[in-house]
């Protein structure tokens, strides 16, 4: 069983940066692939960012590649979503999921992920 904890969410204004943190508990967390998904109001849960589990790979969304970065430090057990340039229309519930080392569905797929956290709130003011 991993439980995950994100943290580092809150107000920004449009062009500035954030950065996320999960927290995993639980063992082995270096055998899990890591996602970052998001929520706006009225919308569905949409992928962010996914990082390998030895960190190697990483695997972005079209809307946010260039400007969000995801990094995970195994001996931390703890994955990072920097997130730079942000605009209004990144507001959003983030949220932070494990999944297997490896699996059929890609690393974009909801249903690659079997453990969420709670989610963190960011919001982007114009």
């Known amino acids: 069983q991993v439980q995950l904890v994100e943290s580092g969410g809150g107000l920004v204004q449009a062009g500035g940066s954030l950065r996320l943190s999960c927290a995993a508990s639980?063992?082995?967390?270096?055998?899990?692939?890591m996602g970052w998904f998001r929520q706006a109001p009225g919308k569905e849960r949409e992928f962010v960012a996914a990082?390998?589990?030895?960190?190697?790979?990483?695997y972005y969304a079209d809307s946010v590649e260039g400007r969000f970065y995801i990094s995970r430090d195994n001996a931390k057990n703890t994955v990072y979503l920097q997130m730079n340039s942000l605009k209004p229309e990144d507001t959003a519930v983030y949220y932070c999921?494990?999944?297997?080392?490896?699996?059929?569905?890609?690393?974009?797929?909801?249903?690659?992920?079997?453990?969420w956290g709670q989610g963190t709130q960011v919001t982007v003011s114009s």
């Open positions: 999921a494990a999944g297997p080392k490896y699996s059929a569905n890609d690393y974009q797929a909801n249903n690659r992920y079997n453990y």
């Open positions: 990082v390998s589990w030895s960190g190697r790979a990483t």
């Open positions: 639980g063992p082995t967390f270096s055998i899990y692939s």
